[in-house]
């Protein structure tokens, strides 16, 4: 299970510089409880002859080692199971079986996906799960590194973007700006490989939606859906952040 873990946190960042789109769905009950889920669909990637040969070779020569083939497997575990998890407390162990990885690899069908599931029973454990996470990522640089989006960075900051009050929904924006944070030619590159990525998510209320405020979104009852794309995000030309009114 290490070397399976250590393979995942790796694959997953040379995924971070390819085509990518981003699901994120949040479904909440009326009593605060509820399920985060985030996917990276990057079957993109395998429609491109050069980019399926070049990151097939990287994954067949790394899955090789621990007996893996990345191009055909349906795989999940808890985030409790990273080893350096084994060195937090018992309690801070529980929450992280709250939270599912998943990992699906077709080749025949041109299917390449990565993502998590948090169960939560409110938005405020939603945090403290989101912070033992970043424990977990602490104890991997302390050891033989981390990736900045499973260990740590996206795919542990989703502690703070959910705030609910009465029937009321604040929704807050979880991509950060490229500005100041990459040099011009890094940006540039990263621009064309983002160009066709897409950000959605979607809302599925405990009640019926009465409006909203966050940009681009479409209600359909109980469902709110926003949808961007990634470089317009990144590039702060649309915002996440508002609020949801429902019944």
């Known amino acids: 299970m290490k070397r399976i873990w250590q393979l995942f946190l790796g694959i997953s960042l040379l995924f971070f510089t390819s085509c990518f789109d981003i699901l994120e769905e949040v479904h909440l009950q009326k009593n605060g409880s509820g399920q985060y889920l985030l996917t990276m669909d990057m079957s993109g990637i395998l429609s491109d002859p050069f980019m399926k040969e070049a990151i097939g070779e990287a994954m067949k020569s790394e899955g090789s080692k621990a007996g893996i083939d990345f191009m055909d497997m349906d795989t999940s575990f808890t985030f409790g199971s990273a080893p350096e998890a084994k060195a937090l407390s018992a309690a801070d162990q529980k929450l992280l079986d709250q939270v599912v990885v998943n990992m699906i690899g077709n080749e025949d069908k041109g299917e390449l996906k990565m993502g998590l599931t948090v169960n939560f029973n409110s938005l405020e454990e939603m945090e403290t799960i989101s912070n033992v996470m970043k424990k977990v990522s602490e104890k991997q640089?302390?050891?033989?590194?981390?990736?900045?989006?499973?260990?740590?960075?996206?795919?542990?900051?989703?502690?703070?973007?959910?705030?609910?009050?009465?029937?009321?929904?604040?929704?807050?924006?979880?991509?950060?700006?490229?500005?100041?944070?990459?040099?011009?030619e890094t940006k540039g590159m990263m621009s064309m490989l983002l160009s066709a990525s897409t950000y959605k998510t979607i809302y599925h209320m405990p009640g019926k939606v009465k409006n909203t405020t966050i940009p681009n979104a479409e209600i359909a009852g109980k469902v709110v859906t926003v949808e961007n794309l990634m470089l317009d995000i990144l590039d702060q030309k649309v915002k996440l952040d508002g609020e949801i009114k429902f019944k």
């Open 141 to 184: 640089e302390e050891g033989a590194g981390a990736s900045p989006m499973f260990g740590g960075g996206q795919f542990s900051e989703f502690g703070n973007l959910f705030s609910m009050k009465k029937k009321k929904l604040f929704a807050r924006s979880a991509a950060p700006p490229l500005e100041g944070l990459l040099d011009e």
